[in-house]
């Protein structure tokens, strides 16, 4: 699986942004989704996550309430549309698969080349 993620920019605090990331190969469907996220200085975070199904997802609580994680099947692509930016929100994004359901984790088997997301005060 080769994932391709896009979306990110600058946008001043309390903006929004949506991030796209495509899936290649045609069994997207199976895999568990996620989005990590890592600042300079600091550990990678898992900061949305969904499963194969589709019906059940992960935040963390740095971004419940602001952030939603969804995808589109029929384009192997999953979103993470994100509002209400904070400067603490800046980062690189990665788009992150595996199979399975268990979504909370570090033990995603394909990771994205990353997009950078800067919220400036």
């Known amino acids: 699986v080769q994932l391709q993620a896009c979306g990110g920019g600058l946008v001043q605090t309390g903006g929004s942004l949506r991030l796209s990331c495509e899936a290649s190969?045609?069994?997207?469907?199976?895999?568990?989704m996620g989005w990590f996220r890592q600042a300079p200085g600091k550990e990678r975070e898992l900061v949305a996550a969904?499963?194969?199904?589709?019906?059940?997802?992960y935040y963390a609580d740095s971004v419940k309430g602001r952030f939603t994680v969804s995808r589109d099947n029929a384009k192997n692509t999953v979103y993470l549309q994100m509002n209400s930016l904070k400067p603490e929100d800046t980062a690189v994004y990665y788009c992150v698969a595996k199979q399975g359901t268990v979504v909370v984790t570090r033990r995603y088997d394909y990771w994205g080349q990353g997009t950078q997301v800067t919220v400036s005060s």
């Open positions: 190969g045609r069994t997207f469907s199976s895999y568990s």
């Open positions: 969904i499963r194969s199904s589709g019906g059940s997802t």
